[in-house]
């Protein structure tokens, strides 16, 4: 059980390195990176934490608190890194279709 689950989170982080090679803007690129993380060394750390609760049959307060900081930190560290980066004018992928922001960002910025 417990190598089954560093097999998914060494999945994840692999899937996540190959999106940031591959996928074509900033934008995809982040939310590969962050998604991944997260996924990824969340289950090497929940692996590890197992590992020592069957195996050592300790309980490691360190690796609790390490999963849940990764799993609130990545995804909001990777939103804040492409908010700046729209704002500072990186250009999004030519085939998007959709720019939510934009259109939130002009609302907010007609009533200042």
């Given at each position: 059980?417990?190598?089954?689950?560093?097999?998914?989170?060494?999945?994840?982080?692999?899937?996540?390195?190959?999106?940031?090679f591959r996928l074509p803007d900033v934008y995809t690129r982040l939310?590969a990176a962050s998604k991944s993380a997260t996924l990824g060394v969340?289950?090497?750390?929940?692996?590890?934490?197992?590992?020592?609760?069957?195996?050592?049959?300790?309980?490691?307060?360190?690796?609790?608190?390490?999963?849940?900081?990764?799993?609130m930190t990545a995804p909001v560290s990777g939103h804040m890194i492409?908010?700046?980066?729209?704002?500072?004018?990186?250009?999004?992928?030519?085939?998007?279709?959709?720019?939510?922001?934009?259109?939130?960002?002009?609302?907010?910025?007609?009533?200042?």
């Amino acid at each position: 059980m417990i190598s089954i689950i560093l097999i998914i989170g060494t999945f994840f982080l692999f899937s996540g390195a190959l999106g940031v090679f591959r996928l074509p803007d900033v934008y995809t690129r982040l939310h590969a990176a962050s998604k991944s993380a997260t996924l990824g060394v969340a289950g090497i750390m929940i692996a590890a934490f197992l590992y020592f609760l069957v195996e050592q049959n300790m309980v490691s307060g360190k690796l609790v608190l390490g999963i849940i900081f990764i799993l609130m930190t990545a995804p909001v560290s990777g939103h804040m890194i492409s908010r700046a980066a729209y704002q500072k004018g990186v250009p999004l992928w030519e085939k998007t279709t959709r720019d939510d922001l934009r259109s939130s960002t002009k609302k907010t910025n007609t009533r200042g």
